[in-house]
């Protein structure tokens, strides 16, 4: 089975940093794109950052200028800095990733961790 742990969330004060980590383990063959949602309460699940496999990235117009997506391979681990922290970033972010898991390029799977609450006071 495949497992995605999260952590870096926190409180901190508008205008503050933060940097998310999450790592996939488990039964791998080869992570495709990987990215981070967040929710905060009454809201519906919203896309934050993406990044592929070869390192592109997509932003949410929200986040653009202020966080930055990357990813080490070797640690199939994805991060997320987040810089010029506002307090309507507060929410839980997910990671996400497109798995294929076993010994087949096929099938790919999208696998969620936990979650990590991020929490910006004014």
């Known amino acids: 089975q495949v497992q995605l742990v999260e952590s870096g969330g926190g409180l901190v004060q508008a205008g503050g940093s933060l940097k998310l980590s999450c790592a996939a383990s488990?039964?791998?063959?080869?992570?495709?794109?990987m990215g981070w949602y967040r929710q905060a309460p009454g809201k519906q699940r919203e896309l934050v950052a993406s990044i592929t496999r070869g390192g592109n990235t997509n932003y949410a117009n929200f986040v653009k200028g202020r966080f930055t997506i990357s990813r080490d391979n070797a640690k199939n681990t994805v991060y997320l800095q987040m810089d010029s922290l506002k307090p309507e970033d507060t929410a839980a972010y997910y990671c996400?990733?497109?798995?294929?898991?076993?010994?087949?390029?096929?099938?790919?799977?999208?696998?969620w961790g936990q979650g990590t609450q991020v929490t910006v006071s004014s």
């Open positions: 488990g039964n791998i063959f080869v992570v495709y794109t």
């Open positions: 996400e990733a497109d798995i294929a898991a076993g010994i087949s390029v096929y099938p790919a799977v999208a696998y």
